[in-house]
């Protein structure tokens, strides 16, 4: 990746200008310091030279290598006289004269290699003058033919047209050719971006990390500047003492364990997209926002309206059929698939994307229909670089991409082993009708808001104000500004079907016309077509293929029916909550997704109750039922006096029914969940804070109406507010951050002087958010909650959402709000379409409903009844028993070995039986020697740290295909430049990560056989790797070092995120670990254990006795609502194994038990 600059800098170094060869000096110094090995590779080929193998080595032997002693020589020799950059580096450009043709063909060949990975580097058209030449040249020729001279003057008549006709299209096509170029740098750069970011260390030269150039107006010598300042300042530095430069973090949208989004990533867009300059963003202006009535929350607002019975019948909305526009997807008997329809979807042969192989040769005659062909041709090139080598679109769609409340027309792409959804194209019939794809104008929006400084007494007036928060909206295509197309970056989503693991009919905007798609990495994709007719096309498609890893995986070509494949999952998940197999959090999840709720559409985002009603208490008793919401009942129907008004108000609506098509009546003119609400909740958290911006026209509310405390909003839900009954959103159960002003928001003051900043807590949360977060999700896993929660999932998915069970359960609210019931297709104006969608979005909408007949309540087990232990609860209690304790007593800790063995598989030439990894597999517990890392699903081990730089994989287990332990099956050499000292494998074994005594780190996908790489890591500065932790369910990286260095990486993207922060130096790593129910990372530096959360937070720390000191750590999945589970098991040289807890509000480790060698 670093060919095309290498390039550029030879042909800066043969410059004139002394300040160019001095920057071009600068960074070739600062490459062969920080990318030595990247630089030997290039600066060292082999060329073939008539059967003779010649080896141009220029990087020594008074090569580069000089030019590098030069530089450190003149940084000695600093303050004295001032010399030409030639004079300074004499010796190099001595020799670079002299050898001028070898160092030449060396940098051919660099150039060669960088226009093969980079194609559009290099692009070349025809020249106006030369088109417009050559059709005259053809005219001419046709003239001289004419014999008579009216055919003479007719002929010149033409040549006058043709010459027009060709300046026009010459004209048209170098603009065609222009945006292309456009384009291909776009996806040029991104590809850049990616591969640097691959690159990318924890202090890399190249982006983010420590080099960060504040100027708006950045030029070249500001940029080398900075460069050189950041280097020098590191260079003296200890690397875990380095502080990684990334200010803002955003919610990284990939979900883990139980559908969870807890990582945060860094947000390199934040300052361009709000409009703040890094050393001005903290300035502050005076408030001109008139304050409003601060006696209720966010209420009224642009994104949320209150439905009336006037208002509803001004929509003039028909009543659908029941049986229209609804899809149920839960019956038990099996469905007969959608026929494929032949909509708008076209094949290749049919449309515009046309193989630009298969064009005409450049000497062809610029006829009509030529022209045509090359338009066709043009427009397949503008897509033609965002997809994979290999794939070809056999069938295109027009969908629109949804993220939030953000939409982005877009092109579905059907590939033959994937599908593509693009970004800013579209499909359409030409003048010709003839279809052609075409970019679409995007807008840009920029937000100016004022920042807090984040050490500021957030209770100090003068500290925080608001300035002008109007958004600014910039096109990036068309209009007269041609540059602005260089900044559209046209996203593209591939989704193999070797890596799509679901997906699921969804409703978008009211309509069935939506399909998510999810992969293995748990992203998920949301797009809408024009109509039902594509999206069962589609889905019946996807279904006829093969989905090796989907949970519609089965024999390839046999019918799968999605009915049945929905209604058995449904059976299935209801099965495991009853019994206790799954948590009620994961119950809810797995609800909202089958009932229609997705993350990636805030109209329909996931809906979870509220459990405690106490915010008011010190403390928390959750042995009295006080503590907790009635789930029996709707919020509307909780205060009664509050409650009794809905019943008079739904008498009253009721009374005026005059005719059927006058509206239903309701208890509710506002719903539980809707768009606004959800980021009333999420507005301090990117990339939330910018949906809300632009919800509210560019500012945020109110400071009264918005979201800053949790005791006022449950009491305004709860009984205080007529027009207010929400309930809560799933972060509410296991992300703190939300509740937090991490970006310095100045969200300005309420009517009574308070500054709005972190949401106000209740009491018994002790001002932690991270406690609040806990308890709330203790409370909804505890017996009371478990006992009720079908009650509360009657009301919102089961037989109590519609009918006269509603009516009872006083649990109605308007129609519109409910899939199936407002007649849309009946409209044929399209604008008023649009404006009633868009109306009836502000309502809210309703799950679909999920069963017609009670849900069955939760088994409440008791491990003792009447002083007898009932033995027959045990295998209830146990999948949700906190690791390593007493299923039945959480409290009690009590363990014994039992067996003794030693290890067997990789000692081979191990003068000991030191253990490098085990497991318990199936009652049988599975060690490997100290050089070995298990794959335990696919019963292999895999062995490193031998002279071929590789590693060699193994039978672990006997299986139907392998009858023998311990057998070698393949081996892998040369995997990097110097021998493996540290590897880890995925669960699944489709993953594995190795690192290097050269500090390296590299990713491979592994399909059983084969060792693919999928990117090179730098972040440890020569340190040697000393472990490894891997969690493919939150998609983390987290890697130790000699120099006690530890990093997190990004698995999905392979790009870095953070340095963890910790007290610890001059210790080398000796294990990290990952939890994977909650991502937390425990990790053991020297005699320091530790534990941080997923985002870097150190949560506990606790130094050991160096006497017999730990040697290595392991993280266990306990999640961090089960205060008493075991969180961490240590090792010590003396043989024993010590097991640890957390206390989450003190910070502290303890040591609950100690089991020594021979007990």
Not at 1011 to 1017: D, E, R
Not at 1062 to 1089: F, R, W
Not at 1102 to 1116: I, K, M
Request: net charge negative; glycine share 8%; charged share 25%.
């Amino acid at each position: 990746a670093v060919a095309p600059l290498v390039v550029s800098l030879h042909f800066l170094l043969s410059a004139t200008r002394e300040d160019l060869r001095s920057l071009a000096v600068s960074v070739m110094v600062a490459l062969l310091r920080h990318r030595e090995s990247a630089m030997s590779e290039l600066l060292v080929a082999q060329f073939d030279r008539g059967g003779q193998v010649e080896t141009i080595d220029v990087i020594s032997r008074g090569g580069f290598r000089a030019l590098l002693a030069a530089h450190e020589a003149a940084e000695m020799s600093r303050g004295g006289k001032p010399q030409s950059v030639k004079r300074r580096y004499a010796p190099f450009f001595d020799w670079f004269e002299k050898n001028y043709d070898t160092v030449q063909i060396l940098f051919d060949s660099i150039e060669q290699k960088a226009l093969a990975k980079f194609p559009a580097l290099e692009q070349s058209t025809i020249e106006q003058e030369e088109a417009v030449e050559k059709a005259q040249k053809l005219v001419l020729a046709r003239i001289t033919e004419q014999g008579s001279a009216d055919q003479t003057i007719l002929s010149g008549l033409q040549r006058a047209d043709l010459s027009k006709r060709c300046l026009e299209k010459t004209t048209e096509y170098h603009n065609r050719w222009k945006r292309q170029g456009f384009d291909d740098l776009a996806s040029g750069a991104t590809k850049w971006k990616s591969a640097l970011r691959q690159m990318k260390g924890a202090h890399s030269i190249w982006e983010g990390g420590q080099v960060v150039v504040r100027k708006k107006d950045l030029t070249l010598p500001s940029y080398f500047s900075t460069l050189r300042q950041k280097l020098e300042e590191s260079g003296g530095k200890n690397d875990a003492e380095i502080v990684d430069f990334v200010g803002r973090w955003k919610l990284d949208l990939s979900e883990g364990f139980e559908r969870q989004r807890r990582r945060l990533l860094p947000n390199h867009e934040f300052h361009g997209l709000y409009n703040v300059d890094e050393d001005t963003e903290y300035m502050t202006f005076p408030n001109d926002e008139s304050g409003e009535n601060g006696d209720t929350d966010f209420l009224g607002g642009p994104g949320q309206m209150v439905a009336t019975a006037e208002l509803l019948k001004d929509l003039n909305l028909k009543r659908a059929n029941p049986s229209d526009n609804q899809v149920d997807d839960f019956d038990e008997v099996d469905d007969v698939q959608t026929a494929a329809t032949a909509s708008t979807a076209m094949s290749v042969n049919e449309s515009s994307v046309n193989d630009p192989r298969n064009g005409d040769g450049e000497n062809s005659e610029p006829d009509e229909e030529s022209l045509n062909k090359n338009e066709d041709s043009s427009s397949y090139e503008l897509i033609n670089g965002l997809l994979q080598a290999g794939d070809y679109p056999e069938r295109s769609y027009n969908v629109r991409r949804c993220t939030g409340l953000e939409v982005a027309k877009a092109l579905l792409l059907w590939c033959s082993d994937a599908i593509y959804v693009v970004d800013g194209f579209e499909q359409t019939i030409g003048e010709d009708n003839e279809p052609r794809i075409n970019r679409v104008e995007k807008e840009q929006t920029i937000f100016n808001v004022t920042l807090r400084h984040k050490n500021s007494n957030v209770e100090s007036k003068a500290n925080s104000s608001t300035v002008n928060k109007k958004a600014s909206r910039t096109k990036s295509a068309g209009g007269e500004q041609p540059p602005s197309e260089v900044i559209y970056q046209h996203r593209s989503k591939r989704i193999s079907f070797d890596e799509l693991y679901a997906v699921f009919r969804r409703r978008y905007q009211l309509q069935q016309n939506a399909l998510e798609f999810f992969d293995t990495n748990k992203h998920g994709t949301l797009i809408a077509f024009d109509g039902n007719g594509e999206r069962e096309e589609v889905l019946g498609k996807i279904l006829q293929s093969k989905l090796p890893n989907s949970i519609f995986s089965s024999t390839y070509g046999t019918y799968v029916s999605y009915s049945k494949v929905m209604a058995n999952l449904k059976i299935k998940i209801e099965n495991q909550w009853v019994n206790g197999k799954i948590s009620n959090f994961d119950f809810l999840m797995q609800l909202n997704s089958l009932a229609g709720r997705s993350f990636n559409d805030l109209t329909q985002y996931p809906v979870f109750p509220w459990v405690i009603a106490d915010y008011e208490s010190e403390e928390l008793d959750f042995e009295d039922p006080s503590t907790f919401r009635d789930l029996s009942k709707p919020m509307g129907a909780l205060g009664e006096d509050r409650a009794a008004s809905f019943r008079e108000r739904y008498e009253s609506l009721a009374s005026t029914i005059l005719s059927e098509d006058d509206p239903p009546p309701f208890h509710y003119g506002t719903h539980y969940s809707t768009s606004a609400y959800v980021l009333y909740y999420l507005m301090r958290l990117e990339p939330f804070s910018r949906l809300a911006l632009a919800l509210q026209g560019g500012r945020f509310d109110v400071a009264d109406r918005l979201f800053h405390d949790v005791g006022k909003s449950w009491r305004n839900a709860s009984g205080n507010n007529l027009q207010d009954v929400r309930e809560l959103i799933p972060e509410f159960y296991y992300l703190p951050d939300f509740l937090v002003n991490s970006n310095g928001f100045d969200f300005g003051e309420t009517q009574k002087g308070t500054t709005v900043d972190d949401v106000t807590l209740p009491p018994w949360a002790k001002g932690d958010p991270y406690r609040f977060v806990r308890l709330n999700r203790k409370a909804l896993e505890s017996p009371h909650v478990s006992k009720h929660l079908h009650k509360w999932v009657d009301l919102i998915f089961g037989y109590k959402q519609r009918g006269p069970e509603a009516v009872a359960a006083q649990n109605t609210f308007v129609h519109v709000t409910y899939e199936g019931e407002v007649d849309l297709d009946s409209m044929d104006d399209p604008i008023q379409k649009a404006s009633t969608i868009a109306q009836i979005q502000n309502f809210g909408q309703t799950p679909k409903q999920l069963e017609r007949r009670p849900f069955t309540a939760k088994t409440i087990a008791k491990a003792v009844k009447d002083n007898v232990i009932d033995f027959g609860t045990i295998a209830l209690l146990a999948p949700l028993t906190p690791p390593l304790r007493v299923a039945g007593a959480p409290h009690r800790l009590k363990i014994r070995p039992v067996m003794t063995d030693t290890i067997k598989l990789g000692v081979v030439e191990q003068t000991d039986k030191a253990v490098g990894d085990v497991c318990f597999v199936k009652g049988q517990l599975m060690g490997a020697g100290r050089a070995c890392t298990l794959l335990v699903e696919q019963k292999k081990y895999i062995r490193f740290g031998g002279l071929n730089n590789g590693l060699s994989v193994h039978t672990s287990m006997i299986s139907t295909r392998y009858r023998e332990v311990d057998k070698l099956l393949t081996i892998h050499d040369g995997l990097h430049r110097a021998p493996i000292c540290a590897a880890k494998g995925s669960r699944d074994g489709s993953c594995i990560v190795t690192g290097s005594i050269d500090s390296t780190l590299r990713v491979w996908r592994y399909d059983g056989d084969c060792l693919s790489l999928k990117a090179t890591l730098c972040g440890h500065s020569g340190s040697p790797i000393k472990c490894i932790g891997l969690s493919t369910t939150f998609g983390v990286i987290a890697t130790g070092c000699a120099q006690g260095r530890v990093i997190l990486w990004d698995l999905r993207s392979t790009t870095f995120v953070r340095t963890l922060q910790h007290g610890t130096t001059g210790y080398e790593v000796l294990s990290v670990s990952i939890n994977n129910t909650n991502g937390n990372i425990v990790t053991l530096i020297g005699t320091c254990l530790a534990v941080a959360d997923i985002n870097g937070l150190e949560i506990a720390s606790e130094r050991l006795q160096e006497l017999n000191g730990p040697s290595c750590a392991v993280a266990t999945d306990c999640p961090e609502w089960m205060e008493d589970g075991v969180v961490a098991i240590t090792g010590h040289k003396n043989g024993e194994i010590r097991l640890w807890t957390l206390d989450y509000d003190k910070g502290i480790l303890r040591n609950v038990l100690v089991l020594p060698e021979n007990p």
